[in-house]
C-alpha cells in the first residue's frame, strides 16, 4: 500500500516568492493534515480537512498561507508571499478516522522549504 | 497553547531498556496518547497508542498512570537502529478547544 506521498521534496526560493505543496494522502483517508516542523521542535498543526472541509484552521496564518482540498483526496499548501521565518518542514499526514479520539496518523516524508 | 513536555535527550547503549516521560497536565478526556519515532528527513512514524494504564505491542510498552496527566514509553533492549526522535501526541484543552498537540521531542542516542 502506497504512503502518504509529498512533492516537492526540496524547496529553496527568495523571500516574497510564492510556492506550493502538493499531498496525496492514503487511499481511502478521510482526514488530512498540514504540519509544520521548525528545527529541533516538534511538528505544529496548520490545518486539518475532514473529507473537503476545512474543520480546524485556526493556526494557519491566513494572510499568507492558504490550503485546499478539492475532491476530498489530494490536497496543496501554499504560501504567497513566502518570508525568511517560513523556513521549515511541511509535513502533511493522513488518517482513516473522522476526528475520533483515537486517531493513527500516517506521515509523509515532508518538504524541506528554505527561504533566502 | 499549553506545553507537553519531554526530557531534550537521552542516552543508552544496546540492548538496555529506554523509558522516556511525556507530562501532559490538559489532556482532554477522551484523548488518547499516541508516540511517534522520527528519523532524519523522514515524517513521524506511529509507535503505540494507548488510554490508561499499560499496552504493549511488538516494538514498545505505554505506561499511563490513573490521572493520564503523564505517560512513559518503554523501548526494551533498545540497537543503535533505535536513535531517533521520540514524540508523544495528546489532545490538550486550550480555549479555543480541544487540539492534538505534539510533545516536545526527546532524542535518543543508542552507543555500543
Known amino acids: 500500500e502506497a504512503g502518504v506521498v509529498q512533492s516537492p521534496r526540496y524547496k529553496i526560493i527568495e523571500k516574497k516568492q510564492p510556492v506550493a505543496f502538493w499531498c496525496n494522502p492514503i487511499s481511502g483517508h478521510n482526514t488530512l493534515y498540514w504540519y509544520r516542523q521548525n528545527l529541533g521542535q516538534g511538528p505544529e498543526l496548520l490545518i486539518r480537512?475532514?473529507?473537503?472541509?476545512?474543520?480546524?484552521d485556526s493556526q494557519l496564518p491566513k494572510d499568507r498561507f492558504s490550503a485546499e482540498r478539492l475532491k476530498g483526496v489530494d490536497s496543496t499548501l501554499k504560501i504567497q508571499p513566502a518570508e525568511l521565518g517560513d523556513s521549515a518542514v511541511y509535513l502533511c499526514a493522513s488518517s482513516s478516522r473522522l476526528g475520533l479520539a483515537n486517531e493513527k496518523l500516517f506521515f509523509g516524508s515532508g518538504t524541506q522549504l528554505s527561504v533566502l | 497553547l499549553a506545553k507537553t513536555t519531554q526530557p531534550i535527550s537521552m542516552d543508552s547503549y544496546e540492548g538496555q531498556e529506554v523509558n522516556i516521560t511525556c507530562s501532559h497536565n490538559?489532556?482532554?478526556?477522551?484523548?488518547?496518547i499516541t508516540w511517534y519515532q522520527q528519523f532524519p528527513s523522514q515524517g513521524p512514524r506511529f509507535i503505540i497508542q494507548?488510554?490508561?494504564t499499560k499496552v504493549t505491542n511488538e516494538v514498545a510498552s505505554l505506561f499511563i498512570p490513573a490521572d493520564r496527566k503523564s505517560s512513559t514509553l518503554s523501548l526494551p533492549r533498545v540497537s543503535l537502529s533505535d536513535t531517533a526522535v521520540y514524540y508523544c501526541?495528546?489532545?490538550?484543552?486550550?480555549?479555543?478547544?480541544?487540539?492534538?498537540?505534539f510533545g516536545t521531542g526527546t532524542q535518543l542516542k543508542v552507543e555500543l
Open positions: 490538559n489532556i482532554a478526556t477522551n484523548d488518547y
Open positions: 480537512y475532514e473529507n473537503e472541509e476545512a474543520v480546524d
Open positions: 494507548g488510554y490508561k
Open positions: 501526541l495528546v489532545g490538550v484543552l486550550t480555549g479555543g478547544g480541544n487540539k492534538l498537540t
